[in-house]
DNA sequence: TGTACATCAGTGAACGCGCGTTCACTGATGTAC
DNA sequence: TGTACATCAGTGAACGCGCGTTCACTGATGTAC
């Protein structure tokens, strides 16, 4: 919508570019963390790449391709930080479930144009991404399981939907409204990173004993997990 | 970036509109909701709304100027909203609390146009928007305030900001999830609203109840709120 | 109640722009022999 | 090791499109007298 003069183009000395295909990914990274979907161009991303419009062509067909590949690194790489999280937590089911969480928001802060693209654009309805989707978001629901020691395959409580909704939540709503700026009334600048770091961990860790205090009470949840191995 | 064919445009008896601010304004609500901000265009917007592309400019200027209205009226809107969920609350400082909580996810899936342009887009740069933004969740920082009996003018303790930070976090993530479909897979269309209404209520007050917990064990928060005024 | 006229709200054509994609092309690379 | 040639990766001009905004205009409303 809004137009601007774009950044000067990084000229080339070779013909062929190198690794073209990884710098596209990267300028479209980048560009989304800047601008958002709505100013993400298919020819900006080229112009910084120091490359034709039409370049980008031959790596991903049209627009649509690039922006589904990006996603699709997105899901992989929220998968992999994810499952990265729960191994750091070690041999307490409450851990591996809060580093999980940490892992979650520490993706987005550090690839904030590859999170947002997962939760919006029409990329939504593309089925492979989907079932990336619903790959990802499965380990968060292994943790739970974990946590609650609920085998796969036997359906949840209630109380236990509840719990992973509510951990997911207090994740991506910290997540997001530290990407959109919304913590910055409390803590300016360098200071941000310094709030992840410190009260993240003590949010998720208090909410997670909520949940555990819960899972005592409840005669629905068999036994809270206490300590079991780590997947 | 995407092109649609236009819907067919509602042609009008009359020169005049009768209410074409209003109707511009729905217009555009309806739009973003559909596709997100980088869908919208002023013109799809004049033309949903039966009117020449010229039209909006009398009463908004530009397209910038629609948009900082649509979000003037969503910080608004979700200022009465805490407010409403605050006096909901009756005379429990929890209650209270939670009922602010209910109020704001309640908020973002009635309008889902306006919610989204809280958190994205470039008016986040427009410093009367940033006042509205900071008079919003001031209305949750004066909930936690209750909640702790910290008066207004005391700084929190990092507990207290802890848990501000938790409450709004929580919120926040389960509207923006279940806005961006990622409880479809757990609850079909009608479901949804069910979840809204069922699991949502009991999540807070998981949530919150860890908060009190921790405000009785805390040396630095003196008292557990319990039973107050409402504001 | 009627009339002159200022003001307001909307028209529709036109502008220049950046976009995504296509096309015939060309430079560079790699492989078969 | 050298050469012919297929394949690959990028060029740059061109296309048609929807966009935001402008402009002179006109129909409708409301107000002064």
Not at 43 to 72: K, N
Not at 167 to 173: A, D, I, N, R, T
């Amino acid at each position: 919508m809004v137009r601007r003069t774009p950044p000067a183009p990084a000229p080339r000395e070779t013909y062929h570019h190198g690794d073209l295909r990884a710098a596209l990914i990267d300028a479209t990274e980048a560009l989304l963390a800047e601008r958002g979907l709505e100013g993400f161009s298919l020819r900006e991303v080229a112009r910084r790449s120091g490359v034709s419009p039409a370049a980008p062509a031959h790596h991903f067909g049209d627009a649509h391709g690039l922006l589904a590949e990006v996603a699709r690194l997105a899901f992989e790489g929220l998968t992999a930080a994810l499952e990265a999280g729960n191994a750091r937590g070690g041999s307490d089911a409450l851990a591996r479930l809060r580093e999980q969480g940490i892992g979650y928001v520490d993706f987005a802060m550090r690839h904030p144009g590859r999170f947002g693209l997962m939760f919006q654009g029409e990329l939504r309805k593309d089925t492979t991404l989907l079932q990336a989707a619903n790959g990802t978001f499965g380990v968060l629901e292994r943790g739970v399981r974990d946590f609650y020691g609920v085998p796969a395959g036997t359906p949840l409580s209630p109380a236990q939907w509840q719990a992973l909704l509510g951990v997911w939540s207090v994740v991506h709503g910290y997540a997001h409204l530290a990407l959109a700026g919304r913590f910055d009334l409390f803590a300016a600048g360098g200071q941000r990173r310094q709030l992840l770091q410190t009260v993240l961990p003590g949010l998720l860790q208090q909410h997670l004993e909520g949940l555990r205090a819960v899972a005592a009470a409840a005669p629905d949840a068999p036994r809270p997990a206490g300590r079991r191995r780590a997947r």
